[in-house]
Nanobody, 127 residues
Framework: QVQLVESGGGLVQAGGSLRLSCAASGRPFSRYPMGWFRQAPGKEREFVSQINWSGDDTYYADSVKGRFTISRDNAKNTVYLHMNSLNVEDTAVYYC????????????????????WGQGTQVTVSS
């Protein structure tokens, strides 16, 4: 059974940093692109970032570009999201995602292209 388990969320002041982790199990994920989405209260879930299987190609939503960094450790089947200069608009539930059956694509992912989702981790940024 496939599992994506996020961790690292919490409460942080504006301007602070957090690192989210997503540990994958149940399938070998090291050859597949992984990404992050988020859903703020009252809003639709939106794409945040993606990383290719080897970790040398990444893409970010404009809203987080320059502040967030995605990385992965294939030996640990884990993907990370390093978030710096957080602001209140970053408050959301953050979801890990993987395209396992869908082909890899450039740019932002759509939700219907995601094959597996994590359960989400809450990030709250206070002013």
């Amino acid at each position: 059974q496939v599992q994506l388990v996020e961790s690292g969320g919490g409460l942080v002041q504006a301007g602070g940093s957090l690192r989210l982790s997503c540990a994958a199990s149940g399938r070998p994920f090291s050859r597949y692109p992984m990404g992050w989405f988020r859903q703020a209260p009252g809003k639709e879930r939106e794409f945040v970032s993606q990383i290719n299987w080897s970790g040398d190609d990444t893409y970010y939503a404009d809203s987080v570009k320059g502040r967030f960094t995605i990385s992965r450790d294939n030996a640990k089947n884990t993907v990370y999201l390093h978030m710096n200069s957080l602001n209140v608009e970053d408050t959301a539930v953050y979801y890990c995602a993987v395209r396992y059956f869908s082909p890899a694509v450039q740019g932002a992912w759509r939700e219907n292209g995601v094959d597996y989702w994590g359960q989400g981790t809450q990030v709250t940024v206070s002013s």
